[in-house]
Nanobody, 124 residues
Framework: QVQLAESGGGLVQPGGSLRLSCAVS????????MAWFRQAPGKEREFVVG????????TYSSSVRGRFTVSRDNSKNTVYLQMNSLKPEDTAVYYC?????????????????WGQGTQVTVSS
């Protein structure tokens, strides 16, 4: 198992940028999928992006493609989510998730390791 800890959330104006971090600790190896999900009040948890740790293959949701970029730093055991051109509809709690598998799943139920979440608010 791994432990996940997100950071980097906050309040930003529309059009602004934020970078979220997910620090990964515990027993790690290359056979993990790391993903970012988000959940707005009253809505289901939504897939944002996934990355395969071994080769950085990624899958983005259509709502963030071209604006968000996921990356990972093996030396720091950290996954990043760079969010640009933020919109009010991006407002949500953002969660980092992990699963020992080879295929990036868009389903939250697939992932059994979760961080505590970090709030992102996009508002003027």
């Amino acid at each position: 198992q791994v432990q996940l800890a997100e950071s980097g959330g906050g309040l930003v104006q529309p059009g602004g940028s934020l970078r979220l971090s997910c620090a990964v600790s515990g027993r790690t190896d290359s056979t993990y999928i790391m993903a970012w999900f988000r959940q707005a009040p009253g809505k289901e948890r939504e897939f944002v992006v996934g990355i395969r740790w071994s080769d950085s293959i990624t899958t983005y949701s259509s709502s963030v493609r071209g604006r968000f970029t996921v990356s990972r730093d093996n030396s720091k055991n950290t996954v990043y989510l760079q969010m640009n051109s933020l919109k009010p509809e991006d407002t949500a709690v953002y969660y980092c998730a992990a699963e020992r598998t080879y295929v990036i799943s868009l389903r939250a139920a697939t992932y059994d390791q979760w961080g505590q979440g970090t709030q992102v608010t996009v508002s003027s």
